[in-house]
């Protein structure tokens, strides 16, 4: 089985080290470089091919989630996995929209990091335990109840969730962009969601989509 050429993306040498040294004795996977900034993970990605990133939030130079991004537009296929102590449900979503493909906090334990990478393998979004309930509680939302939508804010919401962008639904619901852009905008609001993502989560909790 060829391994996972994986590294380690960390500010703190105490945390690349503990994760050197839990994840040494996996079969499917092998240490190729570890990075203690955003500038020197995308030096390297130049010219060396990666399979697995395992990236922090917070960084000297780059953000985690801008970094993040950056990754999956050179290299889609590179799985990240997000490891930090950052708890907050938008910090969360939002790194999963902009492309990561699991987070972790960092006191998880090495069962649930393997158990991650097995499902990021296949093709799912992972989550750790702890960070599963952060994302599973209810929000305002919905304590608040469910927002009354339109049956055109519905239809978006929808497409929205299918991936399509503001351009993809104007041209198929015959409207300008500016338009998608304002129910877009509208449902944003309703749901007190800050990016698309929280928005998708929280149609999927109140049972829209």
């Known amino acids: 089985m060829n391994k996972l050429r994986t590294v380690i993306v960390d500010d703190h040498p105490i945390v690349i080290e503990g994760l050197k040294t839990l994840l040494s004795n996996e079969d499917n996977l092998e240490i190729v470089g570890t990075f203690s900034n955003g500038a020197e993970l995308l030096s390297y990605f130049n010219s060396n091919p990666v399979d697995l990133v395992l ?31 950052h708890t907050e449900r938008s910090i969360i979503m939002q790194t999963i929209q902009n492309g990561a493909n699991g987070y972790l906090l960092k006191n998880s334990s090495l069962d649930e990091l393997r158990q991650c990478i097995a499902e990021a393998v296949k093709g799912n979004i992972c989550y750790s335990k702890e960070v599963m309930e952060i994302i599973s509680r209810p929000t305002k ?16 919401l929808y497409m929205l ?4 962008t503001s351009q993809n639904i104007a ?10 852009d304002t129910h877009r905008r509208n449902l944003m609001q309703k749901f007190e969601a800050k990016n698309v993502a929280e928005l998708i989560a929280a149609g999927h909790q109140q049972q829209l989509l």
């Open 55 to 85: 990236l922090d939030v917070t960084l000297p130079d780059i953000g985690g989630m801008e970094l993040c991004k950056l990754v999956k537009e050179e290299s889609p296929d590179t799985i990240i996995l997000i490891v930090s102590n």
């Open 141 to 156: 939302n919905e304590l608040r109840g469910i927002p009354q939508l339109t049956r055109r804010e519905k239809q978006i």
């Open 161 to 164: 969730a299918q991936g399509k």
């Open 171 to 180: 041209q198929e619901l015959f409207l300008s962009s500016l338009t998608v």
